[in-house]
């Protein structure tokens, strides 16, 4: 069993700083350390900008700091697996939004190539028509150079 002193009015100031570090760090508002949302003795002492191991003076603050830095992680494991929950849905929604879109691509893939097959058929057969009048269109111009075409003329002759 240890005698304390009466708290000196440093003491006093000391405990007070503490408090209020707590107070920032709890709230997410810090000064001196970083805003992660870590909790922990060491962080208290750094933000309430006390020598190392400062903290540890004060043990009823840091029995009390203890308590208050269980009740900070069960609430930040518990926030943060609802957070894990809701990212996981909103994954979950993305990939499948992703597999419908991958799903309506690939068919529209498959109707523009079966447009394109047969487009390239059409043209396959009227090229091939084309070709085909042409050859008669030759044909016939032969024929016709082979016939010998006589004038004729109709009305009176002197």
């Given amino acids: 069993m240890s005698i304390q002193n009466p708290p000196s009015e440093r003491g006093e100031i000391t405990k007070q700083k503490l408090e209020d570090a707590l107070q920032r760090l709890i709230e997410g508002h810090p000064e001196r350390t970083?805003?992660?949302?870590?909790?922990?003795?060491s962080r208290i002492n750094k933000e309430a900008g006390l020598s190392s191991g400062g903290i540890y003076y004060y043990d009823d603050f840091v029995e009390r700091a203890r308590r208050e830095i269980g009740k900070h992680k069960s609430i930040i494991s518990t926030s943060s697996s609802s957070k894990i929950k809701v990212s996981v849905d909103r994954l979950r929604a993305q990939r499948d939004k992703e597999r419908e879109l991958k799903e309506r691509y690939r068919s529209q893939r498959d109707e523009i190539?079966?447009?394109?097959d047969l487009v390239i058929a059409q043209n396959a057969k009227l090229e091939f028509s084309l070709y085909e009048a042409l050859e008669e269109i030759e044909a016939l111009q032969a024929e016709l150079n082979k016939v010998?075409?006589?004038?004729f003329e109709r009305g009176k002759q002197n």
């Fill in 34 to 41: 970083p805003n992660d949302g870590k909790l922990n003795l």
């Fill in 148 to 151: 010998k075409v006589v004038g």
């Fill in 113 to 116: 190539k079966k447009f394109c």
